[in-house]
């Protein structure tokens, strides 16, 4: 059922694009409608010497290049769509009068000439430029923008926040601690594909709140209070249980089942002493003995040769448990006699206190050490907090502090102090209005007065933008010396520094804030395929789909491979569960191993199941998607959005009756623009019918057998993901160009600009010339001057 | 049959079971609280994306409504004498005008602010100042809590959210000012927390105000930092900063206004919820329950409530619908998928009516919260396969304090702007604007 839907599908646009072109010539060359696709193309010979009157040869003697070979070729072969009345997906390339005009336009041009590039454009059935007149319009593009990268300005980056991921790994490495305080955070808006752009990134009333919980939850956590160590329960805070009485100073305990009880929360476990101070009133021939239990457990006997009002005190080690702990003390030998000598009648004992006494040493944990080294003296705590605060000041700041800013956070300490709290509380005030400081929340460049143009960033403004590019947090110890030696921006060192910085662990930050971006993988939360049609698809696997991708990612990265393996590497990540998934043998344990892919099922994110997955629907595949998904992140030339009227993303022509298929081919030939997006989406999607909608591989679909040919606009063909892939590599140029694009807008957190195409442009030369490797082009984008400088703000 | 009667989920929520006993706490409830002795106003505002099928929806000619409710409203007719059906609403600027695809996220953006909202994916974005803001600036100045914005989704996760337009259109409907949309909580634990405090019940009054007076230390530090860097900033950074006193302003106003009261509900057994239930309904309702726990303690009078982001993809495998929302809502006139969508809608309106019942069941003086209240639900999108923002799908319950007859069917002319229904509700709270978006008056016979 469902690959004919599909195949119905192919037919469609096939239709749709016949009855797509005769209409779409009506609208260039007025032709009447119901004609043939075949009497269409026999008036478009006619039409072309029409408007080719004026060889674009000819009339090149002068004039820029944007009169003498970007309008002439919008004649020939755009403007019948994308110009005058008609505009094709609000698209018009014949508004710029001048090259002037055309150069403040540049982003439009730009994808103009992305489109006629890969032949996109024209679409197929329209006159077809050579492959000279192609190259010809894409250099005379280029040249609207600034050749020379030197002119080119930096860009504007505007102030940038934390966001989620950079907030808990920034506390994590300022701190250690790990308990990712932003998780409860309002979600990070998204702008260009990343949730770290500048722009985007507000605060919210909400967020402020959690801010100023989050500091002060953090500092509580890493700097400990101290917690007295002896807890005394005299008099009236004791009770008592059996034959005893009350008063103010003490338990009186009047026969043998008396007993005065301590109890006892302790926050601290561990070795103890346990004491107990009274006296007897001796009667009798003995002395009075009591037992000491312990939690209801009697750890000690003693006995009491001490005569009231003279008190004596009894203690015995013993371990504490964490919360209440109950000490209780019990009369053992009561004696009475009336007959007895004045004073030695009754035999009774008093106790008058119960305490504990830590004896373990102080210890601090490691976050409280690594903030605190070491105790203060008596004396010099305002000296230490200052030290302390400042050291960490700097590190929260990114940058050295001033004198000023040391001394408002140590009127917080004083103010503490003032209030008689103890040296660690006064710490954690200052911590806590650090961490809710501007200076830390935003990543902040401030241009020096009355600057103008453009200006290299600082050594500390650079290690703050290397650190949060590839570790999503603050500058390691080595960054901030290397900074403040004003080493840092040494290209060599610059260099050396991101090649450490790649191996260091927290390079997994990419993987997680970049390739999780870029790929779309965070769709994955979202994506639950019907569990009727797809019962092993549980969370654990979606887990390991995701792994596998990131794991990929980072081994191209740390191994410094050709960036093409993402389109077709030869090996993958599996555990057992995924090598299941994908019928790959022998394959034990949930650990991830490298595994050669030299199958044509798989090689390449194409055949990662968490892509093929999130651009599925939960009940199936959708080619729309996947064509879509190609286009936007592998290609970087998104279609544009469909007009109004017609839903994002909609296979319509699916599941459709007779009645309602009519209805949408009307509504294509009203449309000419569906097609010419969807000619582009939907083969490559086709392509990789092979895959189902949780990406396992399948050679039929419910029993039918699947088409997996594909036609793109400008007529190559191919079957089957393997063709595919080798097609997207002969586009290897522009692949590389995507993801250039993708890590400068990562990296700089804003969009890109027409005038930064020079910057991609010479990162993808200096890439082409070196293979391609992946570590070499995240060195390049550090060293470019748009991450390297910043334009100054008005 | 029912499945709201089970009530299963209530099991282990404290914050259901203590409504009554709360209700006997005077200090507490709104009622008391207010010194004339007369209970607030509240404006509730909740959202269902993807439009609802309108066939289903709309009950037949003005008028009372009729015993027998359409399928989609069918769980509110025993309920039917406590709201109103308004038909012929419009966001006009929900609408391209120009601007091509994106309709979720535009027509969401609009629906509290009457605005075109800007179409961006990424830097500069704009929208209007929504409804349930400018009330709260007036009234929300009464309570700890200006406006609570709450909802069962994030934001979107990655890619711009809808043709183009920023994720912050499509899952916000309470924008604060033109660049700052309000963002939702969508944890009930967090909600809770975020009303009552983190539950440190033993925490005494004096090292509460110790705290407090070393929370608005290390608030002046800030600011102070704050000003001093907003001076050496450009134009558009110094608007973040902006952004930033705003914040510490709200929290600045808690801290002198209002005295923390945690300690008093937990007295009156209250618990916090767990988290986020697996269960959608029960998300849903749980997220209802923290808006009447709110309105009833008056930490607020002003609410907005997302069920879903618009264009939300959501499977409601509870209900047998495993395909997504979205795809359904492009029904393409498909039967099957019709029948899906509807179900889908009327199980929303289910967790409506659990909200609107247990509003209901609130006494307040002699009336209930519900007569108190008014409570506009609906949707931005009319029909999900059109994308239409004429005739929108909007209930109003609640008699807004006995000023606003309910019970009716009331049918406007198409393409009257859903603006004025926010001015005829601000005007009935007594805040005084002179336009919102694109209003042209109030609406008649409606209060």
Same mark, same amino acid.
């Given at each position: 059922?469902?690959?004919?839907?599909?195949?119905?599908?192919?037919?469609?646009?096939?239709?749709?694009?016949?009855?797509?072109?005769?209409?779409?010539?009506?609208?260039?060359?007025?032709?009447?409608?119901?004609?043939?696709?075949?009497?269409?193309?026999?008036?478009?010979?006619?039409?072309?010497?029409?408007?080719?009157?004026?060889?674009?040869?000819?009339?090149?003697?002068?004039?820029?290049?944007?009169?003498?070979?970007?309008?002439?070729?919008?004649?020939?072969?755009?403007?019948?769509?994308?110009?005058?009345?008609?505009?094709?997906?609000?698209?018009?390339?014949?508004?710029?009068?001048?090259?002037?005009?055309?150069?403040?336009?540049?982003?439009?041009?730009?994808?103009?000439?992305?489109?006629?590039?890969?032949?996109?454009?024209?679409?197929?059935?329209?006159?077809?430029?050579?492959?000279?007149?192609?190259?010809?319009?894409?250099?005379?593009?280029?040249?609207?923008?600034?050749?020379?990268?030197?002119?080119?300005?930096?860009?504007?980056?505007?102030?940038?926040?934390?966001?989620?991921?950079?907030?808990?790994?920034?506390?994590?490495?300022?701190?250690?601690?790990?308990?990712?305080?932003?998780?409860?955070?309002?979600?990070?808006?998204?702008?260009?594909?990343?949730?770290?752009?500048?722009?985007?990134?507000?605060?919210?009333?909400?967020?402020?709140?959690?801010?100023?919980?989050?500091?002060?939850?953090?500092?509580?956590?890493?700097?400990?209070?101290?917690?007295?160590?002896?807890?005394?329960?005299?008099?009236?805070?004791?009770?008592?249980?059996?034959?005893?009485?009350?008063?103010?100073?003490?338990?009186?305990?009047?026969?043998?089942?008396?007993?005065?009880?301590?109890?006892?929360?302790?926050?601290?476990?561990?070795?103890?002493?346990?004491?107990?101070?009274?006296?007897?009133?001796?009667?009798?021939?003995?002395?009075?003995?009591?037992?000491?239990?312990?939690?209801?457990?009697?750890?000690?006997?003693?006995?009491?040769?001490?005569?009231?009002?003279?008190?004596?005190?009894?203690?015995?080690?013993?371990?504490?448990?964490?919360?209440?702990?109950?000490?209780?003390?019990?009369?053992?030998?009561?004696?009475?006699?009336?007959?007895?000598?004045?004073?030695?009648?009754?035999?009774?004992?008093?106790?008058?206190? +119960?305490?504990?006494?830590?004896?373990?040493?102080?210890?601090?944990?490691?976050?409280?050490?690594?903030?605190?080294?070491?105790?203060?003296?008596?004396?010099?705590?305002?000296?230490?907090?200052?030290?302390?605060?400042?050291?960490?000041?700097?590190?929260?700041?990114?940058?050295?502090?001033?004198?000023?800013?040391?001394?408002?956070?140590?009127?917080?300490?004083?103010?503490?102090?003032?209030?008689?709290?103890?040296?660690?509380?006064?710490?954690?005030?200052?911590?806590?209005?650090?961490?809710?400081?501007?200076?830390?929340?935003?990543?902040?460049?401030?241009?020096?007065?009355?600057?103008?143009?453009?200006?290299?960033?600082?050594?500390?403004?650079?290690?703050?933008?290397?650190?949060?590019?590839? &570790?999503?947090?603050?500058?390691?110890?080595?960054?901030?010396?290397?900074?403040?030696?004003?080493?840092?921006?040494?290209?060599?060192?610059?260099?050396?520094?991101?090649?450490?910085?790649?191996?260091?662990?927290?390079?997994?930050?990419?993987?997680?804030?970049?390739?999780?971006?870029?790929?779309?993988?965070?769709?994955?939360?979202?994506?639950?395929?019907?569990?009727?049609?797809?019962?092993?698809?549980?969370?654990?696997?979606?887990?390991?789909?995701?792994?596998?991708?990131?794991?990929?990612?980072?081994?191209?990265?740390?191994?410094?491979?050709?960036?093409?393996?993402?389109?077709?590497?030869?090996?993958?990540?599996?555990?057992?569960?995924?090598?299941?998934?994908?019928?790959?043998?022998?394959?034990?344990?949930?650990?991830?191993?490298?595994?050669?892919?030299?199958?044509?099922?798989?090689?390449?994110?194409?055949?990662?199941?968490?892509?093929?997955? +999130?651009?599925?629907?939960?009940?199936?595949?959708?080619?729309?998607?996947?064509?879509?998904?190609?286009?936007?992140?592998?290609?970087?030339?998104?279609?544009?959005?469909?007009?109004?009227?017609?839903?994002?993303?909609?296979?319509?022509?699916?599941?459709?009756?007779?009645?309602?298929?009519?209805?949408?081919?009307?509504?294509?030939?009203?449309?000419?623009?569906?097609?010419?997006?969807?000619?582009?989406?939907?083969?490559?999607?086709?392509?990789?019918?092979?895959?189902?909608?949780?990406?396992? &591989?399948?050679?039929?679909?419910?029993?039918?057998?699947?088409?997996?040919?594909?036609?793109?606009?400008?007529?190559?063909?191919?079957?089957?993901?393997?063709?595919?892939?080798?097609?997207?590599?002969?586009?290897?140029?522009?692949?590389?160009?995507?993801?250039?694009?993708?890590?400068?807008?990562?990296?700089?957190?804003?969009?890109?600009?027409?005038?930064?195409?020079?910057?991609?442009?010479? +990162?993808?030369?200096?890439?082409?010339?070196?293979?391609?490797?992946?570590?070499?082009?995240?060195?390049?984008?550090?060293?470019?001057?748009?991450?390297?400088?910043?334009? +100054?703000?008005? | 049959?029912?499945?709201?009667?089970?009530?299963?989920?209530?099991?282990?929520?404290?914050?259901?079971?203590?409504?009554?006993?709360?209700?006997?706490?005077?200090?507490?409830?709104?009622?008391?609280?207010?010194?004339?002795?007369?209970?607030?106003?509240?404006?509730?505002?909740?959202?269902?994306?993807?439009?609802?099928?309108?066939?289903?929806?709309?009950?037949?000619?003005?008028?009372?409504?009729?015993?027998?409710?359409?399928?989609?409203?069918?769980?509110?007719?025993?309920?039917?004498?406590?709201?109103?059906?308004?038909?012929?609403?419009?966001?006009?600027?929900?609408?391209?005008?120009?601007?091509?695809?994106?309709?979720?996220?535009?027509?969401?953006?609009?629906?509290?602010?009457?605005?075109?909202?800007?179409?961006?994916?990424?830097?500069?974005?704009?929208?209007?100042?929504?409804?349930?803001?400018?009330?709260?600036?007036?009234?929300?100045?009464?309570?700890?809590?200006?406006?609570?914005?709450?909802?069962?989704?994030?934001?979107?996760?990655?890619?711009?959210?809808?043709?183009?337009?920023?994720?912050?259109?499509?899952?916000?409907?309470?924008?604060?000012?033109?660049?700052?949309?309000?963002?939702?909580?969508?944890?009930?634990?967090?909600?809770?927390?975020?009303?009552?405090?983190?539950?440190?019940?033993?925490?005494?009054?004096?090292?509460?105000?110790?705290?407090?007076?070393?929370?608005?230390?290390?608030?002046?530090?800030?600011?102070?930092?704050?000003?001093?860097?907003?001076?050496?900033?450009?134009?558009?950074?110094?608007?973040?900063?902006?952004?930033?006193?705003?914040?510490?302003?709200?929290?600045?106003?808690?801290?002198?206004?209002?005295?923390?009261?945690?300690?008093?509900?937990?007295?009156?057994?209250?618990?916090?919820?767990?988290?986020?239930?697996?269960?959608?309904?029960?998300?849903?309702?749980?997220?209802?329950?923290?808006?009447?726990?709110?309105?009833?303690?008056?930490?607020?009078?002003?609410?907005?409530?997302?069920?879903?982001?618009?264009?939300?993809?959501?499977?409601?495998?509870?209900?047998?619908?495993?395909?997504?929302?979205?795809?359904?809502?492009?029904?393409?006139?498909?039967?099957?998928?019709?029948?899906?969508?509807?179900?889908?809608?009327?199980?929303?309106?289910?967790?409506?009516?659990?909200?609107?019942?247990?509003?209901?069941?609130?006494?307040?003086?002699?009336?209930?919260?519900?007569?108190?209240?008014?409570?506009?639900?609906?949707?931005?999108?009319?029909?999900?396969?059109?994308?239409?923002?004429?005739?929108?799908?909007?209930?109003?319950?609640?008699?807004?304090?006995?000023?606003?007859?309910?019970?009716?069917?009331?049918?406007?002319?198409?393409?009257?702007?859903?603006?004025?229904?926010?001015?005829?509700?601000?005007?009935?709270?007594?805040?005084?604007?002179?336009?919102?978006?694109?209003?042209?008056?109030?609406?008649?016979?409606?209060?």
């Amino acid at each position: 059922m469902k690959s004919k839907r599909v195949r119905g599908h192919v037919e469609i646009g096939k239709i749709a694009g016949i009855l797509l072109t005769s209409s779409f010539l009506a609208g260039v060359v007025t032709l009447g409608p119901g004609l043939s696709p075949q009497s269409a193309k026999a008036k478009q010979g006619q039409a072309k010497p029409a408007s080719a009157k004026k060889p674009a040869a000819k009339a090149t003697a002068s004039g820029d290049a944007y009169t003498r070979t970007i309008q002439p070729f919008v004649t020939k072969y755009c403007g019948g769509c994308h110009g005058g009345t008609t505009q094709v997906a609000n698209i018009s390339l014949t508004k710029d009068k001048s090259l002037a005009a055309a150069a403040k336009n540049a982003g439009l041009w730009q994808r103009a000439a992305a489109n006629v590039s890969n032949s996109h454009m024209p679409p197929k059935g329209l006159p077809a430029p050579t492959l000279k007149e192609r190259q010809a319009f894409v250099d005379a593009v280029k040249s609207l923008t600034i050749a020379d990268c030197s002119l080119a300005d930096a860009g504007k980056v505007t102030v940038r926040r934390l966001n989620r991921a950079e907030y808990n790994a920034t506390v994590r490495d300022l701190v250690g601690v790990d308990f990712r305080p932003a998780d409860d955070f309002p979600s990070d808006d998204v702008g260009y594909g990343f949730d770290n752009i500048g722009d985007v990134l507000t605060i919210s009333p909400l967020l402020m709140e959690k801010y100023l919980n989050a500091a002060e939850a953090i500092a509580a956590q890493a700097i400990q209070l101290p917690i007295p160590s002896k807890f005394t329960l005299t008099g009236p805070m004791l009770s008592k249980a059996g034959s005893a009485s009350q008063d103010d100073d003490s338990v009186d305990l009047m026969s043998g089942d008396g007993k005065a009880i301590g109890e006892f929360n302790i926050k601290r476990p561990g070795r103890y002493v346990v004491r107990f101070a009274g006296y007897q009133y001796a009667a009798g021939p003995e002395n009075a003995s009591v037992a000491l239990r312990l939690n209801g457990e009697e750890v000690g006997r003693f006995e009491m040769a001490n005569i009231a009002p003279k008190t004596a005190t009894f203690e015995l080690p013993a371990r504490l448990n964490k919360g209440k702990n109950r000490v209780e003390v019990q009369f053992l030998n009561d004696f009475y006699d009336p007959k007895g000598p004045d004073g030695r009648k009754d035999r009774n004992v008093t106790i008058r206190s +119960i305490e504990v006494v830590r004896t373990d040493p102080e210890s601090y944990s490691e976050s409280h050490r690594r903030l605190i080294p070491v105790d203060p003296k008596p004396g010099t705590e305002r000296d230490t907090a200052k030290a302390v605060l400042t050291k960490f000041a700097e590190r929260a700041y990114r940058r050295p502090v001033s004198a000023d800013e040391v001394n408002r956070l140590m009127s917080l300490y004083d103010l503490s102090t003032k209030a008689k709290e103890p040296f660690e509380r006064g710490v954690q005030l200052g911590i806590t209005a650090a961490l809710v400081s501007p200076h830390f929340l935003f990543r902040v460049e401030v241009d020096p007065r009355d600057a103008k143009g453009s200006r290299e960033l600082t050594d500390f403004e650079l290690a703050t933008r290397l650190s949060y590019f590839i &570790w999503s947090s603050c500058p390691d110890d080595r960054l901030f010396e290397l900074a403040r030696q004003k080493k840092l921006r040494q290209p060599g060192v610059l260099k050396a520094e991101v090649v450490r910085m790649l191996a260091d662990p927290r390079a997994e930050g990419l993987a997680d804030n970049f390739a999780e971006q870029w790929f779309q993988l965070r769709r994955l939360d979202g994506f639950n395929p019907n569990p009727k049609q797809f019962p092993g698809f549980d969370n654990e696997l979606k887990e390991d789909l995701r792994t596998e991708t990131k794991r990929f990612f980072m081994h191209v990265l740390r191994r410094n491979e050709s960036a093409l393996d993402f389109i077709d590497g030869k090996y993958t990540f599996l555990n057992e569960r995924l090598a299941k998934h994908y019928g790959v043998p022998s394959i034990s344990g949930d650990q991830f191993r490298l595994v050669a892919m030299n199958s044509p099922q798989r090689g390449g994110v194409l055949g990662h199941a968490s892509i093929l997955s +999130i651009t599925s629907n939960p009940t199936r595949t959708s080619p729309v998607k996947r064509g879509k998904w190609v286009l936007e992140n592998i290609l970087g030339t998104p279609p544009p959005p469909p007009p109004p009227g017609v839903p994002d993303l909609e296979e319509k022509h699916e599941d459709m009756t007779a009645k309602t298929l009519r209805e949408r081919m009307e509504l294509h030939r009203k449309k000419p623009d569906c097609f010419s997006c969807h000619s582009r989406m939907d083969p490559i999607g086709f392509g990789m019918e092979n895959y189902d909608a949780v990406g396992k &591989w399948r050679t039929a679909d419910d029993g039918a057998t699947l088409d997996t040919s594909g036609v793109l606009p400008d007529g190559r063909k191919f079957k089957g993901p393997q063709q595919l892939k080798q097609i997207l590599l002969q586009n290897k140029e522009q692949f590389v160009r995507t993801l250039t694009d993708r890590l400068l807008t990562y990296s700089m957190g804003r969009g890109m600009e027409p005038k930064d195409q020079c910057h991609i442009d010479s +990162i993808v030369a200096r890439a082409k010339a070196n293979e391609y490797r992946f570590a070499d082009m995240i060195v390049a984008v550090v060293q470019s001057d748009p991450f390297r400088k910043r334009d +100054i703000r008005p | 049959m029912n499945p709201l009667d089970r009530r299963t989920f209530l099991r282990g929520v404290g914050t259901v079971m203590a409504l009554p006993v709360l209700e006997k706490m005077m200090p507490l409830t709104a009622l008391a609280a207010s010194p004339a002795k007369v209970a607030p106003t509240r404006m509730a505002f909740l959202f269902v994306p993807n439009g609802i099928d309108m066939a289903n929806w709309t009950p037949g000619a003005a008028g009372a409504l009729p015993t027998q409710l359409p399928h989609v409203l069918a769980p509110l007719a025993e309920l039917r004498n406590d709201f109103n059906v308004l038909t012929g609403l419009t966001q006009h600027y929900a609408f391209a005008n120009g601007d091509g695809p994106g309709d979720h996220a535009r027509s969401t953006a609009c629906w509290l602010t009457g605005v075109q909202a800007k179409k961006t994916a990424g830097s500069d974005i704009r929208n209007g100042i929504s409804v349930d803001q400018v009330a709260a600036r007036e009234i929300g100045k009464q309570t700890r809590f200006a406006s609570l914005e709450i909802g069962c989704e994030r934001g979107g996760v990655s890619g711009d959210c809808d043709s183009g337009y920023s994720c912050a259109y499509s899952s916000n409907i309470s924008w604060r000012g033109e660049n700052t949309p309000v963002a939702k909580e969508v944890n009930p634990r967090l909600v809770f927390e975020r009303l009552f405090g983190n539950g440190d019940a033993g925490e005494e009054a004096e090292s509460r105000t110790r705290r407090d007076l070393f929370r608005q230390s290390v608030l002046d530090l800030v600011s102070e930092d704050a000003a001093k860097l907003k001076s050496r900033l450009g134009k558009r950074d110094s608007q973040k900063l902006d952004e930033y006193f705003e914040g510490v302003r709200e929290i600045e106003k808690r801290l002198q206004k209002f005295e923390n009261n945690q300690a008093a509900l937990l007295a009156a057994g209250i618990g916090k919820p767990y988290g986020i239930p697996s269960d959608y309904g029960e998300h849903i309702r749980l997220m209802g329950d923290m808006m009447i726990l709110a309105f009833q303690a008056d930490l607020t009078r002003v609410c907005t409530f997302m069920f879903a982001n618009d264009g939300s993809n959501r499977s409601y495998h509870q209900i047998g619908i495993s395909d997504g929302h979205h795809d359904i809502s492009h029904h393409g006139r498909d039967p099957k998928k019709l029948e899906k969508k509807r179900t889908i809608d009327r199980y929303h309106v289910e967790q409506l009516a659990y909200v609107i019942r247990k509003m209901k069941s609130i006494r307040e003086g002699d009336g209930t919260m519900l007569d108190n209240t008014m409570l506009v639900y609906g949707a931005g999108i009319s029909d999900g396969d059109a994308h239409n923002h004429n005739n929108l799908p909007i209930l109003v319950a609640g008699k807004a304090g006995r000023k606003l007859a309910t019970g009716r069917h009331v049918v406007y002319p198409d393409h009257t702007p859903m603006t004025n229904l926010f001015m005829s509700m601000l005007d009935s709270v007594g805040v005084k604007v002179e336009k919102l978006g694109d209003s042209n008056g109030r609406l008649q016979g409606l209060f």
